[in-house]
């Protein structure tokens, strides 16, 4: 079946430091991968996707690519900012005809200045 | 914004009442989702539709039914409400699907609802 394992919260990092939030799927298929970013009372916002192996998915300096070989995709940011402080969720699309998004639980990050 | 608009945003509701959750869209998707947010769980799909008067089943469907009787408009009702069912719901739509197409998924803004 479909899953997602993500690394389990909260983080907290200082202004400028370097931000990684692992991430590693079960899936039949090839499925799409995706990152999406929930704000304090708001929905979810697609951050970045990669639709299939070596693809790196990049947006507002976070970077995760597709690595088959370890079924993961790991989120990455160089230099975070107090604004990244946010609640992360790693998702697979699977391979059928609906496109339903399977999730991981989710990760907090909190930046602190 | 994608354009879709959820109401209603808040609720309190009493065990063992009917509750009808909206989703509107305005992008002409034929994809629709209900997906509930629990603690420890992220999101877990509850039914979707991929037109009208066409859906199925998701991970979580018990206690739940759906209808889509427009492009624009796809319905979640809890039949009998209880504790259990108490969520944040996010609806979201999709323009296409199929394999490895990558077809981004937008969601709305979230509908808390609190059954007591």
């Known amino acids: 079946g479909n899953s997602v394992t993500q690394m389990e919260g909260p983080v907290t990092l200082s202004e400028e430091a370097f931000l990684t939030i692992n991430c590693t799927y079960t899936a039949t298929g090839y499925p799409s991968l995706f990152w999406y970013v929930q704000y304090p009372g708001e929905g979810l916002q697609l951050l970045l996707k990669?639709?299939?192996?070596?693809d790196k998915g990049s947006n507002k300096g976070f970077e995760a690519t597709y690595r088959k070989e370890t079924t993961s995709f790991h989120l990455e940011k160089g230099s975070v900012q107090v604004s990244d402080s946010a609640v992360y969720f790693c998702a697979l699309s699977d391979s059928s005809g609906a496109n339903n998004l399977f999730f991981g639980t989710g990760t907090r990050l909190t930046v602190i200045p | 914004d994608a354009g879709i608009t959820q109401s209603p945003r808040h609720k309190v509701t009493e065990t063992g009442t009917p509750v009808t959750l909206r989703c509107h869209q305005t992008e002409n998707h034929r994809y629709m989702y209900w997906y509930r947010q629990d603690p420890g769980h992220g999101l877990r799909l509850i039914h979707y539709?991929?037109?009208?008067?066409?859906?199925d089943k998701g991970e979580v469907s018990d206690g739940y039914s759906v209808s889509r009787s427009k492009t624009e408009d796809f319905l979640l009702t809890l039949e009998s409400a209880t504790s259990s069912q108490t969520s944040v719901y996010f609806c979201a739509i999709s323009e296409s699907a199929g394999q490895g197409s990558g077809n981004t998924i937008y969601f709305g803004e979230g509908s808390w609802l609190t059954v007591v």
């Open positions: 539709s991929y037109g009208v008067k066409d859906t």
């Open positions: 990669a639709t299939k192996a070596d």
